[in-house]
T-cell receptor
Framework: DGGITQSPKYLFRKEGQNVTLSCEQN?????MYWYRQDPGQGLRLIYY???????QKGDIAEGYSVSREKKESFPLTVTSAQKNPTAFYLC?????????????FGSGTRLTVV | GENVEQHPSTLSVQEGDSAVIKCTYS??????FPWYKQELGKRPQLIID?????GEKKDQRIAVTLNKTAKHFSLHITETQPEDSAVYFC???????????????FGTGTLLAVQP
């Protein structure tokens, strides 16, 4: 069953702590993305990667970091420099050609600062 | 940069009525326009999409129209039902020549409430 898996579903972070959100896909997609969604708001792009070992900043990259060492995996680290990290985080992927411009989204991780 | 504007931000209709959500995009070379439905606390899911070489596409009660000259596209839902209540996002895929990526530019979303 192909898809994109995010874990954990819920995550609690203490002040000053780094946390890492996992995103894994078995769709053989080249491109992967991280979005942040605040309550009642739209989707804001944090980072994206079009190919392994390459990634670019999105609109709100400050306080976040990513890696893309494997095609299947695109973890997001929320660092202590991100002052307001409480949000719903969505990972997405798509293929790099006309067969699949549309995104497949993961089920999301809800991060809360405690 | 690329931009997608979406209106209205909220829409309330009576069950059985039609709902229309409109989006405009800035990059005239955009070539793909999907619509996503997001229920509360869940992931966005693709409900319909259209490519730039097509003017209209239908799937049962849902249709999307594209006007490339005016750079806008719309989602039409007929015979609305309470389960259509959700947030709907439009998006566009810019095509900027050699610098093109596969990322989508999203609108800000429309909260659709279908009243029974």
């Amino acid at each position: 069953d192909g898809g994109i898996t995010q874990s954990p579903k819920y995550l609690f972070r203490k002040e000053g702590q780094n946390v890492t959100l996992s995103c894994e896909q078995n769709l053989n997609h080249d491109a992967m993305y991280w979005y942040r969604q605040d309550p009642g708001q739209g989707l804001r792009l944090i980072y994206y990667s079009q190919i392994v070992n390459d990634f670019q900043k999105g609109d709100i990259a400050e306080g976040y970091s990513v890696s893309r060492e494997k095609k299947e995996s695109f973890p997001l680290t929320v660092t202590s420099a991100q002052k307001n990290p409480t949000a719903f985080y969505l990972c997405a992927s798509n293929s790099g050609d006309r067969r699949g411009y549309g995104y497949t989204f993961g089920s999301g991780t809800r991060l809360t600062v405690v | 940069g690329e931009n997608v504007e979406q209106h209205p931000s909220t829409l309330s209709v009576q069950e059985g009525d039609s709902a229309v959500i409109k989006c405009t995009y800035s990059d005239s070379a955009s070539n793909y326009f999907p619509w996503y439905k997001q229920e509360l606390g869940k992931r966005p899911q693709l409900i319909i999409d259209i490519r730039s070489n097509v003017g209209e596409k239908k799937d049962q009660r849902i249709a999307v129209t594209l006007n490339k000259t005016a750079k806008h596209f719309s989602l039409h839902i007929t015979e609305t039902q309470p389960e259509d209540s959700a947030v709907y996002f439009c998006a566009a895929r810019p095509s900027l020549g050699g610098g093109a990526t596969n990322k989508l530019i999203f609108g800000t979303g429309t909260l659709l409430a279908v009243q029974p």
